[in-house]
């Protein structure tokens, strides 16, 4: 008798289990068709470059007069100085930033940029390019850029006797 008794308990817990199973994959469904459903933001690339820019910094792409120089040295970014190099006139080579960071563009690696603040960026803009790097030991901290001095002319006065 207590077998009988056992048999329909078995019974009963299955046909319960087989509606709890149907539930809980109806259950895992409903959370798939949802999940399908909501929008997501657009996961940003590692390879995208805007994910290096900090605020109130701004990249500004260069042209690199010795980039085959920079292949073999420089990985996907560094520590840099910038420099214009002489020109055909006679002026010499001069300084234009020290210790910047240098980014190697990720879907083109042979174009650079540097990561500059935004009001640096229009300076730096209006140079002439191509520019010589020369790479810096990246642990030193702090970019300064170096303010062109207007020439000063000089007036000789002649005593003429």
Excluded: W
Excluded at 36 to 63: H, Q, W, Y
Excluded at 101 to 124: Q, S, T
């Amino acid at each position: 008798m207590e077998l009988i008794k056992i048999a329909e308990k078995i019974k009963v817990a299955a046909t319960e289990g087989r509606t709890l199973g149907a539930m809980i994959v109806l259950c895992g469904l409903i959370a798939l068709i949802v999940e399908l459903r909501t929008d997501k933001p657009e996961a940003v690339s590692a390879n995208d470059a805007s994910t290096f820019i900090p605020d109130g910094f701004v990249l500004v792409p260069i042209d690199v007069q010795n980039p085959e120089a920079l292949d073999s040295i420089l990985g996907s970014y560094g520590v840099v100085d910038l420099f214009v190099p002489a020109s055909a006139e006679g002026r010499p080579s001069r300084a234009i930033a020290k210790r910047i960071k240098i980014l190697r563009a990720p879907l083109n690696p042979n174009h650079f940029a540097v990561l500059a603040p935004e009001d640096e960026a229009p300076g730096l803009v209006r140079e002439t390019g191509p520019f010589n790097v020369v790479i810096q030991n990246p642990r030193q901290v702090g970019t300064d850029f170096v303010k062109s001095r207007p020439k000063r002319s000089r007036i000789r006065v002649e005593n003429i006797e």
